[in-house]
């Protein structure tokens, strides 16, 4: 795949106006526009199908409820024409199956295509100490290897993880089929943020990643269009 196609620009962003501009000033240059809670909760899904309609959106909502509530979300999803959405993967394999599934049936039965659904693992702005508050003692690489597996057993298309975890992922789900999204990536030129297990682009598709997020490295750049092209520069060095 070619790199410009591997990034997906994270729109968050406050208004449905700034994120058109965004989608405009860098629609030929990335593989996706990433539609999260902030844009969502204040443009809502007449915006998603709006964008969609013209480009990849991944509809980063992070469901986590009941079976059959997060599969009527995901039908609503697939419905809005999004390219990708994702749940949390410690949800369990009953959600995640029943997901598929009901997804998969509505899908075939109106005609369009599933969108690829990926289960978060554990989130990039998580450390140990995060784990231990809510019980959780296992290292997180661990945690995250676990996830990935019942993730892929339960039929989910892949995860999303810090780029710290691409190789563990890998060795535990075999094979290359089984997507990984990495947020938490930060180019050379870049701040942290609050993002706690980071990683360059190059490195990050080094390990094995299939698509990068990114999000304030681009959007609070002066220049964003600049900013990507720096991106790729990086990237284009790992080959
Ligand atoms: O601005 P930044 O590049 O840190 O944005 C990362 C994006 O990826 C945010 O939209 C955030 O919600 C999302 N994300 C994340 N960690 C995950 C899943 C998604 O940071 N595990």
Redesign the pocket.
Known sequence: MESARRIIV?L?VETADEARSVVRELKDEVGAF?V?LQLFTVAGPEFVREIAADHRIFL?LKFHDIPHTVAKAGIEAARLGVWMFNMHAMGGSEMMQTAVNEVGEVCDKEGFDRPLIIG?TI???SDANTLRQIGIETGIATQVSRLAQLAKGSGLDGV?ASPMEVAAIRATTGGSEFLVVT???RPEFATV?D?KRVMAPREALLEGADYL?????ILNAPDRSLALRRIYEEIDTAR
């Open positions: 994270a968050d990433k999260g980063d978060v989130l990039t702005s999303v947020p938490g990536v943020d993002q997020v990114i999000g304030r490295p």
